[in-house]
Every structure is written in C-alpha cells, then in structure tokens.
C-alpha cells in the first residue's frame, strides 16, 4: 500500500483526503503498467515510487492547481 509523503502544510494533506478516488484511479493505472519484474529490484522499486508519486501529483494539479507529494514509500507490497 503506498503512502504519500510531504512536508507541505495541512492543505495538501486534505486534498489528498478529497481527491482519493481519482488518485487511486492513478496509482492502479501505474500498478496495471508495471512489469511484475521491475518490482523485484531496489531500482524498480523506486522507480515505481517516482512513477506513482507523478500520477498523484498530476491529479492533484489537474484539481487543485498544485501537486507537492515529494514521494510515495511502500508500506506493504504484495506481487501476485
């Protein structure tokens, strides 16, 4: 389960409570489109973190004028 991370105000934590269903509609998006084989190594790890902490960003853009998640850390990952 990833988590957004930032050091930003209150603000941009409450948009991401508002805008919860589109930036899940993202972060499956980028799930669907990475290869089960770039999950396995420390730089497709990251990777992945960068690529879901743009999709986030972009959603919040295209909502609320600004993005400002400055990373996404795994809490869990499960490949099935």
């Given at each position: 389960?990833?988590?957004?991370?930032?050091?930003?105000?209150?603000?941009l934590r409450h948009w991401v409570q508002n805008r919860q269903p589109?930036?899940?509609?993202?972060?499956?998006?980028?799930?669907?489109?990475?290869p089960e084989q770039d999950i396995y190594s420390?730089?497709?790890?990251?990777?992945?973190?960068?690529?879901?902490?743009?999709?986030?960003?972009?959603?919040?853009?295209?909502?609320?004028?600004?993005?400002?998640?400055?990373?996404?850390?795994?809490?869990?990952?499960?490949?099935?």
């Open positions: 389960q990833p988590a957004p991370y930032t050091q930003r105000d209150g603000r589109a930036i899940r509609s993202a972060i499956l998006v980028q799930l669907a489109a990475t420390v730089e497709g790890k990251n990777a992945h973190a960068k690529r879901l902490t743009n999709a986030i960003n972009q959603v919040l853009e295209e909502n609320e004028g600004f993005g400002g998640i400055e990373n996404v850390h795994f809490k869990g990952l499960l490949v099935q």
